[in-house]
């Protein structure tokens, strides 16, 4: 579960995150984790294996676009994980979830407990999503007063010719709106 491997006992602040040249300060960036809160997608993307990569069957594998499940840990589970990771002085830390912002129901209550527990202070995190899972302003206060101050975004393909091609589905939404 946790993204923390240390055969060598070598001490934690001597680990940093890919992206360490972010933070100006190496004491505000190091030591760094990743951690998983779900697994698998919602989304039917022909081109994308992250389904069948996170299925939880042992058929034959076949087209990635018949995969299309998603698991969450629960946010007691979790807020615990990262009660851990900051006992362990872990300052940045990356959601590794394919889609963070799919579900409110899921990552509202766990961006509350994190604020609760004053993690959003003492962390740098950042995690990742498509673009039309950011919706309102009052979503990205949320999740920035959470610690999360960095979003990768995924933007979908703009063309209908191609996303019919991709199995995206109609694409109604202007992603320039959303930007």
């Not at 698998?40 to 994308?48: E, P, S």
């Not at 698991?71 to 830390?93: A, C, H, Q, Y």
């Not at 610690?147 to 202007?174: F, H, R, T, V």
Request: net charge positive; charged share 25%.
């Amino acid at each position: 579960m946790l993204g923390i491997y240390c055969p060598t006992k070598k001490p934690l602040d001597l680990y940093r995150s890919h992206f360490w040249h972010a933070e100006y300060d190496h004491t505000k960036r190091t030591p760094f984790a990743a951690i998983y809160t779900s697994l698998g997608c919602t989304f039917r993307c022909d081109f994308c294996m992250i389904n069948v990569l996170n299925r939880n069957d042992d058929a034959p594998i076949g087209v990635a676009g018949n995969y299309s499940k998603m698991r969450f840990w629960s946010p007691d589970f979790i807020i615990n994980e990262f009660d851990k990771l900051v006992d362990m002085g872990v300052r940045t830390l990356r959601i590794s979830d394919e889609m963070f912002l799919l579900n409110k129901k899921y990552y509202v209550p766990l961006c509350e407990k994190i604020i609760e527990r004053g993690h959003g202070d003492k962390s740098s995190m950042w995690a990742y999503s498509r673009i039309d899972t950011v919706r309102d302003p009052k979503q990205l206060e949320l999740i920035r007063k959470a610690g999360i101050k960095w979003l990768a975004l995924g933007i979908e393909i703009g063309g209908k010719k191609y996303a019919w091609k991709l199995q995206k589905g109609n694409l109604k939404m202007s992603i320039f709106k959303m930007l």
